[in-house]
């Protein structure tokens, strides 16, 4: 007989085919109130495939490639932790408030209560978000000359300039 741990992991798994999944019904407890019991990671685990069926027309397709590539793995009180496998992805999902928020209304709908939702590395660790852009934009910056330094370049002919680069005689004028 399986684990459940082996049956959640079957069942996260990118190869799952979520698209098939999230056509299935789930057994989740009646939407209402926030209860006084937080959330468990296994009734999220539960209805993630059913969340993530819910998300696909509102996210849109970007979103959703983003988000297909994570997977509960935490719940702490009322947050829940998703990990994503690749540095990109999660630096996307965790610029794009409106993605966390979506979960955590879907979510909230299907199980009750308002989670928050935080993305993490899938490796578990607390790793910021990398300025990525502006460490490239700065690099960028050094690298350019300074425009007031600049001076024009004097105007060449074309032809000469085609003559020079391949060889006398490979540049035929044509009318």
């Known amino acids: 007989?399986?684990?459940?741990?082996?049956?959640?992991?079957e069942a996260l798994s990118p190869d799952a085919g979520h698209d098939e999944v999230a056509e299935t019904e789930v057994d989740v407890p009646e939407?209402?109130?926030?209860?006084?019991?937080?959330?468990s990671?296994?009734?999220?685990?539960?209805?993630?495939?059913?969340?993530?069926?819910?998300?696909?027309?509102?996210?849109?397709?970007?979103?959703?490639?983003?988000?297909?590539?994570s997977t509960p793995?935490?719940?702490?009180?009322?947050?829940?932790?998703?990990?994503?496998?690749?540095?990109?992805?999660?630096?996307?999902?965790r610029a794009d408030e409106?993605?966390?928020r979506m979960v955590s209304e879907e979510l909230g709908a299907l199980l009750g209560g308002s989670p928050s939702i935080v993305f993490a590395p899938e490796d578990g660790s607390a790793a910021p978000v990398a300025?990525?852009?502006?460490?490239?934009?700065?690099?960028?910056?050094?690298?350019l000359p300074d425009k007031a330094r600049m001076e024009e370049a004097p105007a060449q002919d074309p032809?000469?300039?085609?003559?020079?680069?391949?060889?006398?005689?490979?540049?035929?004028?044509?009318?």
């Open 1 to 9: 007989m399986p684990s459940a741990d082996a049956s959640v992991e």
């Open 31 to 39: 939407a209402g109130p926030p209860s006084d019991s937080p959330l």
């Open 41 to 69: 990671l296994q009734t999220v685990v539960a209805a993630w495939p059913q969340v993530f069926g819910r998300l696909r027309e509102r996210l849109g397709p970007r979103r959703t490639a983003l988000l297909r590539e």
């Open 73 to 93: 793995a935490a719940v702490d009180g009322d947050t829940l932790e998703l990990r994503v496998r690749m540095s990109f992805h999660l630096d996307k999902l």
């Open 98 to 100: 409106d993605v966390a």
């Open 131 to 143: 300025p990525v852009v502006d460490a490239v934009e700065e690099e960028v910056a050094e690298a």
């Open 159 to 175: 032809i000469a300039l085609l003559e020079e680069t391949f060889g006398q005689g490979s540049v035929e004028e044509v009318d």
